[in-house]
C-alpha cells in the first residue's frame, strides 16, 4: 500500500549525528583562510567564541520551537504555525518569504560546501583544471562540484531509516578527520605562532567592528546546522526530547572541536600564509608530515564534505515537501516516492538549484548563505517564539530555554549585528530577494498568477 506520511526512524544519536556532520562539514577547512583575513590576525578567533555563544543562545530558540512544534521543515513550519494562524495578509506571507528566500540561501549554502571540496581535489589532482580545459571544459572544476551535488542526492533516494545509519557512519569518518587535526595540531603546537599584529585589540579602530562583523559571519556559516534536526521533525522519535537535546549537544560538542582545532592549525602554519591558503588543512599536514600524507589526509577531508553534503541535503529538501503539504507551495513537492518514502520533486530540485550555485565564486556564496536569512528566518523566528508564548496556551511546551528572555534577546542583537556589518554586495542579494519575495506574494494573493497550490488530499 502506497505510504503518504513520514516515518518516525531517527533517535537521539541519530539526530546529533546529522547535526553535527552539517556543522562540521567542509566549512572549517574551507574558510579558515577567509575568517583570518576578515580581521587580519589570529585575534579573529573572538569571532569564534562570540559566534558559539550566539548560536547556543539561537540553539534554545531553535530547541523550544522545535520541541513545542515539531514537523518538518523547520523555520517553515514554525512560521506556518505562529504566524500563518494569525489570519492577516502579512501573517500569511511568512511561511511564503521564508521558502522563497531559502531557495537562494539554503542552496547557496549547499553549493558553498561543493565549490570548497574542489580546492582539495585540485590538491590531489594538480592538472585537474589543465585537464578539463583541453577536453573543451570551461570552469571545469564547477561541473565537478554539481556532478558531484547529483550523486549525493542519488545516494539520499533512500529509505530515512538507512539513511539515519549512514548518516552516523559518516559522521563518525568526519570526527576521526577532526581528531587527527586537533591532535597533530596539539603535538606539534608552536604559541609562538599566535604572535598577534599591532593594534590588534584596537576597539577604537573604525575597521574592528567590520572586521569582526566579518568574522563572525564566517564562524556562524561554520555552525550552521545546529538546527537541522528541525527540519525532520515529523521523523524524529519523541521530538519534544530528542530535538532539544540534539541541538544542544550538537552546539556544545561542535563548538568545542572548532575552537581546538583552529587553534591548533594556525599554531603550525602561520596566520599570515594559512589566511593565503586554499586548502588550509591538506597544507597543514604536509607541513607537518610531508606531501604523501597530506595527501591521504585529504581524502578524509573529502568524506567530510560528503557527509555535511549528504546532512544538509537530506535536511533541506524536507522543507519544500512541508510548504507544499500545507498549500504554501506546488503540490509536486508534497509528493514521496511510493516505495521509499522520500520528498522526490523537493530533493531533485534542491539539487537543480544547488549545481548553478556551484558556478559562483565561494565568498559571493558564503556571504549570500547567511545575509539573506537573518530576517525572514533567524530574527523573525525569536520574534514568532515571543509571540507563540503569549497567544498560545493551548500548545505544550516540553521544553523551555533557560533564562528566558536573555538567550534570545542576545542572539537578536548577535543576528542585527552581523547584518549590519555585512558586505555590500550581501546585502543588495537580501534586499533583492526580499522585495522580489513580496512582489511574487502580493501577486499571487491578488489573483494576477495562479496560486502555488492546494492543500493535497
Given at each position: 500500500?502506497?505510504s503518504?506520511?513520514?516515518?518516525?526512524g531517527?533517535g537521539?544519536w541519530?539526530?546529533?549525528?546529522?547535526n553535527?556532520a552539517?556543522?562540521?562539514?567542509?566549512?572549517?577547512?574551507?574558510?579558515?583562510?577567509l575568517f583570518?583575513?576578515?580581521?587580519n590576525?589570529?585575534?579573529?578567533?573572538?569571532?569564534w567564541?562570540?559566534a558559539a555563544i550566539l548560536v547556543?543562545c539561537?540553539?534554545?530558540?531553535?530547541s523550544e520551537?522545535?520541541?513545542?512544534?515539531p514537523g518538518?521543515?523547520?523555520t517553515?513550519?514554525?512560521h506556518?504555525?505562529?504566524?500563518?494562524?494569525?489570519?492577516?495578509?502579512?501573517?500569511?506571507?511568512?511561511?511564503?518569504?521564508?521558502?522563497?528566500?531559502?531557495?537562494i540561501?539554503g542552496t547557496a549554502?549547499?553549493?558553498s560546501?561543493?565549490?570548497?571540496?574542489?580546492?582539495?581535489l585540485?590538491?590531489?589532482?594538480p592538472?585537474?583544471?589543465?585537464?578539463?580545459?583541453?577536453?573543451?571544459?570551461?570552469?571545469?572544476?564547477?561541473w565537478?562540484a554539481?556532478?558531484?551535488?547529483?550523486?549525493v542526492t542519488i545516494?539520499?533516494?533512500?529509505?530515512i531509516?538507512?539513511?539515519g545509519?549512514?548518516?552516523?557512519a559518516?559522521?563518525?569518518?568526519t570526527?576521526?578527520?577532526?581528531?587527527i587535526?586537533?591532535v597533530?595540531?596539539?603535538?606539534?603546537f608552536?604559541?609562538?605562532?599566535?604572535t598577534?599584529?599591532?593594534?590588534?585589540?584596537n576597539?577604537?579602530?573604525?575597521?574592528?567592528?567590520?572586521?569582526?562583523?566579518?568574522?563572525m559571519l564566517?564562524?556562524?556559516?561554520?555552525?550552521f546546522g545546529?538546527?537541522?534536526v528541525?527540519?525532520l521533525g515529523d521523523?524524529?522519535?519523541?521530538?519534544?526530547?530528542?530535538?532539544?537535546?540534539?541541538?544542544i549537544?550538537?552546539v556544545?560538542?561542535?563548538?568545542?572541536?572548532?575552537l581546538?582545532?583552529?587553534?591548533?592549525?594556525?599554531?603550525?602554519?602561520?596566520?599570515q600564509?594559512a589566511?593565503?591558503?586554499?586548502?588550509?588543512?591538506?597544507?597543514?599536514?604536509?607541513?607537518?608530515?610531508?606531501?604523501?600524507?597530506?595527501?591521504?589526509?585529504?581524502?578524509?577531508?573529502?568524506?567530510?564534505?560528503?557527509a555535511?553534503?549528504?546532512?544538509i541535503?537530506l535536511?533541506?529538501?524536507?522543507?519544500p515537501?512541508?510548504?507544499?503539504?500545507?498549500?504554501?507551495?506546488?503540490?509536486?513537492?508534497?509528493?514521496l516516492?511510493?516505495?521509499k518514502?522520500?520528498?522526490?520533486?523537493s530533493?531533485?530540485?534542491?539539487?537543480?538549484?544547488t549545481a548553478?550555485?556551484?558556478f559562483?565564486?565561494?565568498?559571493?556564496?558564503?556571504?549570500?548563505?547567511v545575509?539573506?536569512?537573518?530576517l525572514i528566518?533567524?530574527?523573525?523566528q525569536?520574534?514568532g517564539?515571543?509571540?507563540?508564548?503569549?497567544?498560545?496556551?493551548?500548545?505544550?511546551?516540553?521544553?523551555r530555554m533557560?533564562?528566558?528572555p536573555?538567550?534570545?534577546l542576545?542572539?537578536?542583537c548577535?543576528?542585527l549585528?552581523?547584518?549590519?556589518?555585512?558586505?555590500r554586495e550581501?546585502?543588495?542579494?537580501?534586499?533583492?530577494v526580499t522585495?522580489?519575495?513580496?512582489l511574487v506574494?502580493?501577486?499571487?494573493?491578488?489573483?494576477?498568477?495562479?496560486?502555488?497550490g492546494?492543500?493535497?488530499a
Open positions: 500500500m502506497k503518504t506520511k513520514l516515518v518516525r531517527l537521539l541519530q539526530a546529533v549525528s546529522l553535527v552539517n556543522m562540521v562539514g567542509i566549512g572549517p577547512f574551507v574558510t579558515i583562510p583570518i583575513k576578515a580581521m590576525g589570529p585575534q579573529a578567533l573572538i569571532a567564541v562570540i547556543t539561537d540553539g534554545l530558540v531553535w520551537l522545535g520541541a513545542a512544534l518538518s521543515g523547520g517553515y513550519h514554525f506556518k504555525e505562529i504566524f500563518g494562524r494569525a489570519g492577516s495578509r502579512w501573517g500569511r506571507a511568512m511561511p511564503f518569504l521564508f521558502i522563497w528566500q531559502f531557495l540561501s549554502e549547499m553549493a560546501g561543493y565549490i570548497g571540496a574542489i580546492d582539495y585540485k590538491y590531489l589532482l592538472d585537474l583544471e589543465s585537464t578539463l580545459a583541453s577536453w573543451g571544459l570551461t570552469g571545469g572544476s564547477s565537478i554539481a556532478g558531484a551535488c547529483v550523486t545516494v539520499l533516494c533512500r529509505r531509516q538507512t539513511i545509519w549512514l548518516g552516523v559518516l559522521c563518525a569518518g570526527l576521526i578527520t577532526v581528531c587535526v586537533i597533530c595540531g596539539l603535538l606539534n608552536n604559541p609562538c605562532l599566535l598577534l599584529p599591532e593594534n590588534a585589540g576597539w577604537q579602530d573604525p575597521g574592528f567592528a567590520t572586521g569582526l562583523g566579518a568574522a564566517i564562524a556562524i556559516y561554520d555552525y545546529y538546527y537541522n528541525c527540519h521523523e524524529v522519535q519523541d521530538p519534544g526530547r530528542t530535538i532539544p537535546r540534539a541541538v549537544i550538537s556544545a560538542l561542535v563548538a568545542g572541536i572548532y581546538v582545532m583552529n587553534v591548533s592549525i594556525i599554531a603550525v602554519v602561520p596566520w600564509e589566511m593565503e591558503s586554499t586548502n588550509i588543512a591538506a597544507d597543514f599536514m604536509e607541513r607537518l608530515y610531508g606531501r604523501p600524507v597530506a595527501m591521504a589526509f585529504t581524502c578524509l577531508i573529502l568524506w567530510t564534505a560528503a555535511c553534503m549528504f546532512a541535503t535536511g533541506y529538501s524536507r522543507i515537501y512541508a510548504a507544499a503539504l500545507n498549500g504554501d507551495f506546488f503540490p509536486v513537492f508534497a509528493k516516492h511510493p516505495e518514502n522520500y520528498p522526490v520533486a530533493l531533485w530540485t534542491l539539487c537543480g538549484l548553478i550555485f556551484c559562483f565564486p565561494l565568498k559571493i556564496v558564503v556571504d549570500s548563505a545575509t539573506v536569512r537573518i528566518q533567524f530574527v523573525a525569536i520574534f517564539l515571543q509571540l507563540l508564548r503569549m497567544t498560545r496556551p493551548d500548545i505544550r511546551m516540553p521544553f533557560w533564562l528566558y536573555l538567550p534570545s542576545l542572539a537578536l548577535g543576528w549585528f552581523i547584518l549590519a556589518t555585512s558586505a550581501a546585502l543588495i542579494v537580501t534586499a533583492a522585495v522580489s519575495g513580496i506574494y502580493l501577486l499571487v494573493q491578488w489573483g494576477k498568477m495562479p496560486t502555488p492546494e492543500r493535497p
